[in-house]
């Protein structure tokens, strides 16, 4: 889990200076549409719903655009339907990897999620082949400069159930039904978390010690990141914080 954890940190600062926003918004906004049709349009009644709003104003996405967003996934407003769907496969060195996709197409959702892992030295693999190596989690990530005994006395009885030292923030895992009170909770002690989110953390890792292997997997990594249609992508690599460093650089 710490390898991958630590690109997407690196992946992420990266993307702060080059991502296109408005891909960004584009997944968000998907998000929204799903929770709010699977859910319902209240926050309050959709803790889901809840979740990928705070995602979406976080990364400064227009309220209003957010609101017809909520309308087209409960039909107020005219929009395409998106579905979710998960691919599972090996990047190479027998890494672990799960794709999560929204998509109104799936059978060219699927071919163009083959054809990236093919094209960039993985396969793809039978649903199940791969999951039963991960655990679905809430994930509530703080900053580094939050007390962490104050956070655990804060979160303990709300649920959470580890805190992880990421060395420039803290991520607090707890089990996904108990995500919202956790945040609650840490909110009504004086926190202000910069993110929740569900998470798919991985329960073993595969150490990749090859600096080519290393580079492979995580250009197939960010190939699937890419991809429209996708919304997350987890694997379960070990790679060092140097060749981390070097691959945010190239």
Sequence with gaps: MSGHSKWATTKHRKAAVDKARAKLFAKLIRQIEVAAREGGGDLDANPTLRTMFDKARSASVPADTIERAVKRGTGELEGVRYEPVSYEGYAPGGVAVIVECLTDNRNRTG??????????????????????????????????????????????????????????????????????????????????????????????????????????????????????????????????????????ES
């Excluded at 990236?116 to 900053?143: D, H």
């Excluded at 956070?151 to 060395?167: K, P, R």
């Excluded at 010690?209 to 429209?228: F, I, M, P, W």
């Design 111 to 248: 071919a163009e999620i083959r054809n990236i892992f093919s094209r960039n030295g993985g396969s793809t693999a039978e649903p199940g082949a791969v999951a039963w190596q991960f655990s679905r989690k809430g994930m509530i990530v703080l900053g580094r400069d939050a007390d962490e005994d104050a956070i655990m006395e804060a979160a303990l009885d709300a649920g959470a159930e580890d805190l992880v030292d990421e060395e420039d923030r803290w991520e607090l895992v707890c089990a996904p039904q108990d995500m919202a009170a956790v945040r609650s909770a840490l909110e009504a002690a004086g926190f202000t978390p910069l993110s929740a989110d569900l998470a798919l953390v991985a329960t073993t890792v595969v150490p990749v010690s090859d600096d080519g292997e290393a580079r492979r997997v995580l250009r197939l990594v960010e190939a699937l990141d890419d991809h429209d249609d996708v919304q997350a992508v987890w694997s379960n690599f070990d790679i060092s914080d140097e060749v981390l460093a070097a691959a945010a």
